[in-house]
């Protein structure tokens, strides 16, 4: 089962990677060069990952073509989103929460490089909340989240 304390970890670790690109390039590249060196740090890490996973929609049993890709699912569990921006504008943090509950993933990370400091205000974490209520509620099995 997993439990909080293995979330935790598991996005204290992936924060830790970004931290460590960051501290080696810092601000100011572009997206797709701290993309293969975040993945680089990831596998370095010693944590799995997909990328550029593609996220089915499914609406009344039909599979709709969106073409919705995310930038990394790390362990199968926590969706990570990264970017190079001026701000973290509220349509990325809505575009993980989709990710997140599409897929039924627990958590996600928003990565943003182009900060000062990854920790303070280069990162926003979120939780899917309809199955954290599932699982307080042991309602796993039957839980409608995605």
Excluded at 39 to 54: F, N, T, V
């Amino acid at each position: 089962m997993i439990t909080q304390k293995i979330l935790d970890e598991l996005t204290y670790r992936i924060i830790g990677c970004a931290i460590e690109v960051h501290k080696e390039l810092g601000p100011g590249l572009l997206e797709s060069i701290y993309d293969k060196c975040f993945r680089s740090e990831i596998s370095r890490s010693g944590l799995q990952y997909q990328c550029q996973l593609y996220v089915p929609v499914f609406y009344r049993g039909l599979q709709l073509d969106t073409e919705l890709r995310l930038d990394l699912l790390i362990e199968d569990l926590i969706v990570v989103e990264l970017k190079a921006v001026d701000a973290l504008h509220p349509l990325y943090e809505a575009q993980l929460l989709t990710y997140m509950k599409l897929l039924q993933k627990p958590k996600g990370v928003l990565i943003n490089f182009n900060c000062i400091n990854i920790f303070k205000n280069g990162q926003r974490t979120r939780v899917n909340v309809c199955m954290q209520l599932c699982q307080k509620h042991n309602y796993v099995s039957m839980c409608l989240c995605g």
